[in-house]
T-cell receptor, first 113, second 115 residues
Framework: AQTVTQSQPEMSVQEAETVTLSCTYD???????LFWYKQPPSRQMILVIR??????QNATENRFSVNFQKAAKSFSLKISDSQLGDTAMYFC??????????FGAGTRLTVKP | DADVTQTPRNRITKTGKRIMLECSQT?????MYWYRQDPGLGLRLIYY?????DINKGEISDGYSVSRQAQAKFSLSLESAIPNQTALYFC????WGTGDQETQYFGPGTRLLVL
């Protein structure tokens, strides 16, 4: 079974600084998708970024980028120029091609002014 | 995402009661999902449906059933609610095809308390 591990339950960062959230996963599949979702206090689940495993290039979305290391089964999220609105729970998720998606336990990020 | 709606948003019920959570979407997606979220455990998949005639069990389907009444509607039922089903429930949708296929878009969640 696929598992997703987020080893940092909580993190904090100063506004305008950069922070990296870690995620590792375990699978025997070769093709799959990886996602980072953000859950602010409103509890809405918001897609931050996605990565297809067959793509070697790391995905980027504005201030958000990933470091995808397929051999190491690692998928970290880097947030640059952190903003107060980035304060949220961040979930890493892994999904096989049959749409079975597994989530990590989450990292609570606090951006301090 | 306003294109995915869930009703009710909050629900309190008693042990043994049957309840239904409903999900509707206007995104035109063919695939729909139900998840539950417990503190410290992230989200776990309960059931998913690729189309009206295709229903699949997820990681934690015991104690739940679903109905896909139409492409746009997917309901989750708790036949006899128990306290450990107290959780936040999310509906999600995705589409098969090109572009952002397989990205799941979530509803606002339903907070359920079973007494």
């Amino acid at each position: 079974a696929q598992t997703v591990t987020q080893s940092q339950p909580e993190m904090s960062v100063q506004e305008a600084e950069t922070v990296t959230l870690s995620c590792t996963y375990d699978t025997s599949e070769n093709n799959y998708y990886l996602f980072w979702y953000k859950q602010p206090p409103s509890r809405q689940m918001i897609l931050v970024i996605r990565q297809e495993a067959y793509k070697q290039q790391n995905a980027t979305e504005n201030r958000f980028s990933v470091n995808f290391q397929k051999a190491a089964k690692s998928f970290s999220l880097k947030i640059s120029d952190s903003q107060l609105g980035d304060t949220a729970m961040y979930f890493c998720a892994f999904m096989t091609y049959n749409n079975d998606m597994r989530f990590g336990a989450g990292t609570r990020l606090t951006v301090k002014p | 995402d306003a294109d995915v709606t869930q009703t009710p948003r909050n629900r309190i019920t008693k042990t043994g009661k049957r309840i239904m959570l409903e999900c509707s979407q206007t995104k035109g997606h063919d695939r729909m999902y139900w998840y539950r979220q417990d503190p410290g455990l992230g989200l776990r998949l309960i059931y998913y449906s690729f189309d009206v005639k295709d229903i699949n069990k997820g990681e934690i389907s015991d104690g739940y059933s679903v109905s896909r009444q139409a492409q746009a509607k997917f309901s989750l039922s708790l036949e006899s609610a128990i306290p450990n089903q107290t959780a936040l429930y999310f509906c999600a949708t995705s589409r098969w095809g090109t572009g952002d296929q397989e990205t799941q878009y979530f509803g606002p969640g339903t907070r359920l308390l079973v007494l």
